[in-house]
Structures are given as structure tokens and as C-alpha cells.
């Protein structure tokens, strides 16, 4: 019998779904210095206890952070340059001067001006700026050799050959011959070790935020995706656990069918992996990407969760993803494997779009709490499961994820038969500037362990603000907010929700 895995979710509790690049700031995109904090004194006064978040890693195709340049690696754009300062790699001088958009990340903008403060740091520090830091880096080097020296090489190749993806580089680097590899990282040492100097400022930053948020009484989720990017560093250096072929192109690409969001289905293009190649090594990728995540936050969120019961397989080369394929995953194997070596998983199952019984049987094998969304309940999917209702207690109820258009927005554009669904449930009218707090109320009040919302639900804001539209490749991942959006006045108010459903942090010696 299958040891049951404990809950991660111990006490109800709330808590809010921001990507770190959300956040204010003078410097175009939201970044892990004095505004994160400050993020985390927010939640803390509303009585949240959980930060939410999509994943961290260095953003390619799209600007996605569900397509990345690896999976271990974190995203230097993250960087706070106000930190860099105060550590004295870079001169308060060096970070002014520019204006920003302060609603939407300009990419285009912020990518080479971030590109830019982080040469100049590298600079400095070799030229004897923050010594002190000098013994850390080293050690960091060696600590996270396994994947910083491919993940370090894949980036100083790809800035030489301006962005190409990897396998249209020459054929020896391509195959990874010794030789050639040798020959690179020789001729780009210097490049080689200004993105290991990148990941360790990340790092750096980054422990020191969950350490200021633990510290308050917040805790943080992470998000893993299923897939990893074709043009990753992940694919280039473990080419036989992918399904690629003779080219090292992929056989067939990741999506799935017709649903919600696409009558074409979505497109996403990653690779397959090898799960028989996979298995023969214990998963030891799969434990080793699990244990670098939960080093990095409390909980997390995996991404595609029926993917790994049966996954939509698509051609290679196909325009749309139709002509897909369900193919069996590693279902329980995988997941014995990682408890059997991390030990209990503090794991999120993303089970929406098309969950069969046996996907919903592995979930609760393993007692994972499964997701619910609101905005499904009432329209577009709708489905019982999603009515507060029918929610068992290890759930996650959501208003709307990153991928749905904001609470206020979907309302603006639900049809006639959906309000009165809503209206029937609520029990009285509702109007474009009460439904996100509507939502709110019926996912804090529900029996679901967590509730959470997104930080656009709480200051009720219209589609101007959807983060990300599935199936469109392009124009996503800018919104931000401001500092004069969040008032003390809807901390409050997210703060007496939280009390009225019992799910404030408890005071200090009670239980």
C-alpha cells in the first residue's frame, strides 16, 4: 500500500499569484530588491501567507517563462541593480538616467539595459569591486557545477552566434564533441564566467528574499512546467532523454487538443522527453530539477500534471496541434522515485483542461491538492467540479490563473447565460465593479485549504491587465502594476476577508 504523502497545506490560508516581473520599479521590470520587499510587507499586513509565482528561469522564445533557457538556471533580468549597488558592484549613476514604461515591460528596452548594468558589475568585480563576494561566488561555482557549466557554456555560445538556437550551431558543437566544447569554453572563458557571475547575484538575491519572507510569516510557491524550451541547455547537454531525431530535432512537440482557449488546440513545441532513456537513470534529472526548485521555495506548482499520466503528442513540423496523440506517461513511477528520494513532496497538481479518471486517481495516490478555478465554474469549461460546492479540503481554489483573462475582464465578456449562472449562485445581482471580490469571497469562504487569487483580481482590474492569453505566442508577460495601485484601503479590506473565513495566520504560541 502506497504511503500516503502529507498535505503542504497544514491550516486554511490565502494568499496572492504575482510574477516577480509585476512588480514596481524605476528600472522597467520587476526585480528581487527594495520593491519585492515591500511586496512582502504588503502581504503580510493583508494577513496572506503565501506569495505565488510562475517560474524563475531565463525567459527565450516569447518572453515566456514557460519556454526557458533551463531549468535550473534563474532569470538575471530578476536582478535588483539597486541591490548591486548597495553591494557596491555597480554606482548609483550607472542605473539612472532611464525612463520606463511603469504599466507594461517594454522587453525590447529592458532586456539590453539589464544586459548592460550586468556587464558593468562583472567588470567591476574583476576589477576588484565587492571582494568579499569574491570566496562566495567560487563556492557557488562549485556547489551548482552539475548544471552551471553547461547551462554557463550554452549561454556564451548562444551570445556569440547572436541568439541562434542551438542546433542550427556548427555540427561539433551541436554533437558536443569534447574537443570542440574544450576549444569554446576556452575561447570564451571570459564570457563563460560573467553567466556564472549572473547566476550567483540571482541566487544571492533571491535566498535572501525567501529569507525576508519566511522571516514575515509568508511563504513563497514556485511553479514548475512539465516541458523545457527545445533551445534550452537542459535539451543541448542531455540530447538521449529527449525524443529527438538524427538531427537533434524534435520527433514530436507538446500541446494539446482543441479546448477552452483554442479550437485548433495549443501549439506549445517543446520536446517529448525519453521516458524510457529517463527511467533507466532513476529520473535523476527529474529528482535533481525538484530538489533545485523546493531549494528555492516552500511549495510548488507542477505545471501539466495529466501530462504526466498521458501527454499530446504532436509531429514535428506540424503547423497546429491537431493531429496529436495521448502517450502513456511515467505516471506513479516517477513520482515514488522523487518521494523516495527528496521525501513527502510539497506538490501543487495542476489538473485543469481534459482530467480523465486515472489522471485523477495518480493525483490522489500521491495526495496532492488539485486546483480549481472559478471563472470555469460559470463559464467557458463549465464544469461541476469547479462550484465551491463540490470542493473537497485539499484544493486550491483560484479566482483565475495567469492564463485566464482577469476576473473583472471575463465578466466584461461573459454572455448573458453565464451572469444568471453567476447571479443564481451568488444569490443576488452582481456588476462589473463588485465580481472580483465576488469571486473572492466564494473562494475564501469555500472548504478549499488555499485560496488565492491574482494580484489584478484584488484591485479589480479589467483585461488591460491579463498576463498571458493561451495559444498566442506573442505580446504577453508585460502587465505591471504601481505602487499608488496598492492602497492601504484593499490591504485592509483582503486582510478582514481573510479574518471573517478563518484563514489569517494564527497569533504566536495558539493553534
Same mark, same amino acid.
Given at each position: 500500500?502506497?504511503?500516503?504523502?502529507?498535505?503542504?497545506?497544514?491550516?486554511?490560508?490565502?494568499?496572492?499569484?504575482?510574477?516577480?516581473?509585476?512588480?514596481?520599479?524605476?528600472?522597467?521590470?520587476?526585480?528581487?530588491?527594495?520593491?519585492?520587499?515591500?511586496?512582502?510587507?504588503?502581504?503580510?499586513?493583508?494577513?496572506?501567507?503565501?506569495?505565488?509565482?510562475?517560474?524563475?528561469?531565463?525567459?527565450?522564445?516569447?518572453?515566456?517563462?514557460?519556454?526557458?533557457?533551463?531549468?535550473?538556471?534563474?532569470?538575471?533580468?530578476?536582478?535588483?541593480?539597486?541591490?548591486?549597488?548597495?553591494?557596491?558592484?555597480?554606482?548609483?549613476?550607472?542605473?539612472?538616467?532611464?525612463?520606463?514604461?511603469?504599466?507594461?515591460?517594454?522587453?525590447?528596452?529592458?532586456?539590453?539595459?539589464?544586459?548592460?548594468?550586468?556587464?558593468?558589475?562583472?567588470?567591476?568585480?574583476?576589477?576588484?569591486?565587492?571582494?568579499?563576494?569574491?570566496?562566495?561566488?567560487?563556492?557557488?561555482?562549485?556547489?551548482?557545477?552539475?548544471?552551471?557549466?553547461?547551462?554557463?557554456?550554452?549561454?556564451?555560445?548562444?551570445?556569440?552566434?547572436?541568439?541562434?538556437?542551438?542546433?542550427?550551431?556548427?555540427?561539433?558543437?551541436?554533437?558536443?564533441?569534447?574537443?570542440?566544447?574544450?576549444?569554446?569554453?576556452?575561447?570564451?572563458?571570459?564570457?563563460?564566467?560573467?553567466?556564472?557571475?549572473?547566476?550567483?547575484?540571482?541566487?544571492?538575491?533571491?535566498?535572501?528574499?525567501? =529569507?525576508?519572507?519566511? *522571516? /514575515?510569516?509568508?511563504?513563497?510557491?514556485?511553479? !514548475?512546467?512539465? %516541458?523545457?524550451? &527545445?533551445?534550452?541547455?537542459?535539451?543541448?547537454?542531455?540530447?538521449?532523454?529527449?525524443?529527438?531525431?538524427?538531427?537533434?530535432?524534435?520527433?514530436?512537440?507538446?500541446?494539446?487538443?482543441?479546448?477552452?482557449?483554442?479550437?485548433?488546440?495549443?501549439?506549445?513545441?517543446?520536446?517529448?522527453?525519453?521516458?524510457?532513456?529517463?527511467?533507466?537513470?532513476?529520473?535523476?534529472?527529474?529528482?535533481?530539477?525538484?530538489?533545485?526548485?523546493?531549494?528555492?521555495?516552500?511549495?510548488?506548482?507542477?505545471?501539466?500534471?495529466?501530462?504526466?499520466?498521458?501527454?499530446?503528442?504532436?509531429?514535428?513540423?506540424?503547423?497546429?496541434?491537431?493531429?496529436?496523440?495521448?502517450?502513456?506517461?511515467?505516471?506513479?513511477?516517477?513520482?515514488?522515485?522523487?518521494?523516495?528520494?527528496?521525501?513527502?513532496?510539497?506538490?501543487?497538481?495542476?489538473?485543469?483542461?481534459?482530467?480523465?479518471?486515472?489522471? =485523477?486517481?495518480?493525483? *490522489? /495516490?500521491?495526495?496532492?491538492?488539485?486546483?480549481? !478555478?472559478?471563472? %470555469?465554474?460559470? &463559464?467557458?469549461?463549465?464544469?461541476?467540479?469547479?462550484?465551491?460546492?463540490?470542493?473537497?479540503?485539499?484544493?486550491?481554489?483560484?479566482?483565475?490563473?495567469?492564463?485566464?483573462?482577469?476576473?473583472?475582464?471575463?465578466?466584461?465578456?461573459?454572455?448573458?447565460?453565464?451572469?444568471?449562472?453567476?447571479?443564481?449562485?451568488?444569490?443576488?445581482?452582481?456588476?462589473?465593479?463588485?465580481?472580483?471580490?465576488?469571486?473572492?469571497?466564494?473562494?475564501?469562504?469555500?472548504?478549499?485549504?488555499?485560496?488565492?487569487?491574482?494580484?489584478?483580481?484584488?484591485?479589480?482590474?479589467?483585461?488591460?491587465?491579463?498576463?498571458?492569453?493561451?495559444?498566442?505566442?506573442?505580446?504577453?508577460?508585460?502587465?505591471?502594476?504601481?505602487?499608488?495601485?496598492?492602497?492601504?484601503?484593499?490591504?485592509?479590506?483582503?486582510?478582514?476577508?481573510?479574518?471573517?473565513?478563518?484563514?489569517?495566520?494564527?497569533?504566536?504560541?495558539?493553534?
Amino acid at each position: 500500500m502506497t504511503q500516503m504523502n502529507p498535505t503542504p497545506f497544514q491550516s486554511r490560508a490565502a494568499g496572492v499569484l504575482l510574477h516577480p516581473t509585476s512588480l514596481p520599479g524605476p528600472h522597467g521590470i520587476g526585480d528581487l530588491g527594495p520593491s519585492s520587499r515591500a511586496w512582502v510587507d504588503a502581504l503580510a499586513q493583508a494577513k496572506q501567507q503565501w506569495w505565488q509565482m510562475l517560474p524563475l528561469s531565463p525567459t527565450g522564445f516569447a518572453d515566456s517563462p514557460y519556454q526557458c533557457l533551463s531549468t535550473f538556471a534563474g532569470n538575471p533580468n530578476l536582478i535588483s541593480p539597486d541591490d548591486l549597488v548597495k553591494d557596491g558592484l555597480l554606482r548609483r549613476r550607472d542605473v539612472a538616467g532611464q525612463a520606463f514604461d511603469t504599466r507594461r515591460v517594454d522587453f525590447g528596452a529592458v532586456l539590453p539595459f539589464k544586459a548592460k548594468l550586468l556587464a558593468r558589475a562583472w567588470e567591476n568585480f574583476k576589477r576588484g569591486a565587492a571582494r568579499r563576494l569574491k570566496r562566495d561566488f567560487e563556492k557557488f561555482c562549485v556547489e551548482e557545477k552539475s548544471w552551471l557549466k553547461d547551462f554557463a557554456l550554452f549561454m556564451a555560445l548562444k551570445d556569440a552566434r547572436g541568439g541562434a538556437i542551438w542546433f542550427e550551431w556548427e555540427p561539433e558543437l551541436i554533437e558536443r564533441r569534447p574537443a570542440a566544447l574544450a576549444r569554446a569554453g576556452e575561447s570564451l572563458r571570459d564570457s563563460v564566467r560573467q553567466h556564472e557571475f549572473r547566476q550567483f547575484l540571482f541566487f544571492r538575491q533571491w535566498r535572501a528574499l525567501k =529569507d525576508y519572507a519566511n *522571516a /514575515r510569516g509568508v511563504k513563497l510557491i514556485g511553479d !514548475i512546467p512539465i %516541458f523545457v524550451s &527545445g533551445d534550452s541547455a537542459d535539451v543541448w547537454s542531455r540530447p538521449g532523454e529527449f525524443l529527438l531525431d538524427e538531427r537533434r530535432r524534435p520527433k514530436v512537440v507538446a500541446g494539446v487538443p482543441p479546448d477552452y482557449f483554442s479550437k485548433t488546440g495549443q501549439l506549445w513545441g517543446n520536446p517529448h522527453y525519453d521516458w524510457k532513456a529517463m527511467k533507466q537513470t532513476g529520473y535523476r534529472w527529474w529528482i535533481a530539477r525538484v530538489r533545485a526548485t523546493l531549494r528555492m521555495v516552500d511549495v510548488v506548482r507542477v505545471d501539466h500534471f495529466r501530462g504526466f499520466e498521458a501527454a499530446w503528442q504532436v509531429p514535428g513540423g506540424d503547423a497546429t496541434a491537431q493531429r496529436g496523440r495521448w502517450v502513456k506517461g511515467p505516471g506513479a513511477d516517477l513520482f515514488a522515485k522523487l518521494r523516495a528520494a527528496l521525501g513527502p513532496l510539497p506538490i501543487i497538481a495542476e489538473d485543469l483542461g481534459l482530467i480523465t479518471p486515472a489522471v =485523477d486517481a495518480l493525483r *490522489a /495516490r500521491f495526495n496532492f491538492p488539485g486546483m480549481r !478555478i472559478l471563472q %470555469f465554474a460559470f &463559464g467557458g469549461a463549465v464544469e461541476n467540479r469547479f462550484l465551491p460546492h463540490h470542493y473537497e479540503r485539499n484544493t486550491i481554489v483560484y479566482t483565475g490563473t495567469h492564463d485566464n483573462d482577469t476576473t473583472r475582464g471575463w465578466f466584461a465578456t461573459a454572455s448573458r447565460k453565464e451572469r444568471r449562472l453567476l447571479r443564481r449562485y451568488l444569490g443576488h445581482p452582481c456588476d462589473d465593479r463588485r465580481v472580483s471580490w465576488e469571486l473572492m469571497r466564494l473562494a475564501w469562504s469555500s472548504v478549499a485549504d488555499l485560496a488565492i487569487a491574482p494580484l489584478q483580481d484584488v484591485l479589480n482590474l479589467g483585461t488591460e491587465a491579463r498576463m498571458n492569453f493561451p495559444g498566442q505566442s506573442s505580446g504577453w508577460w508585460r502587465w505591471r502594476f504601481t505602487s499608488s495601485q496598492l492602497t492601504g484601503a484593499a490591504l485592509d479590506r483582503l486582510g478582514e476577508m481573510t479574518e471573517v473565513y478563518s484563514r489569517a495566520p494564527k497569533p504566536a504560541g495558539k493553534t
